[in-house]
């Protein structure tokens, strides 16, 4: 089974930069898309970016301009690279995988902390 793995959560200052990284057990070319959510404490889980296996990207109005997502197939990683952050970033971040043939199957990563201080 595939597995998801997040590194690079912390603490940052506002303004700061931060780099998640998302490493698969597998080709994440399995994957019809892969993108990062977040969730902060009362809300709901948000997309925050999204890239599809052609390289489609989406994000969120909140983070347009702010937040890059990528991915390196050789290392079977996705990344999301977060710039000049907001007290209002701070959330678990959650790496996903999803698989579309017939119905959609999601993978799922355990979430990394991303905390903004101002």
């Known amino acids: 089974q595939v597995q998801l793995v997040e590194s690079g959560g912390g603490l940052v200052q506002a303004g700061g930069s931060l780099r998640l990284s998302c490493a698969a057990s597998g080709s994440i070319l399995g994957f019809n898309s892969m993108a990062w959510y977040r969730q902060a404490p009362g809300k709901q889980r948000e997309l925050v970016a999204g890239?599809?296996?052609?390289?489609?990207?989406n994000y969120a109005d909140s983070v347009k301009g702010r937040f890059t997502i990528s991915r390196d197939n050789t290392k079977n990683t996705l990344y999301l690279q977060m710039n000049s952050l907001k007290p209002e970033d701070t959330a678990v971040y959650y790496c996903?995988?999803?698989?579309?043939?017939?119905?959609?199957?999601?993978?799922w990563g355990q979430g990394t902390q991303v905390t903004v201080s101002s």
């Open positions: 890239l599809t296996r052609g390289g489609s990207t």
């Open positions: 996903n995988g999803r698989i579309s043939v017939f119905r959609d199957l999601d993978y």
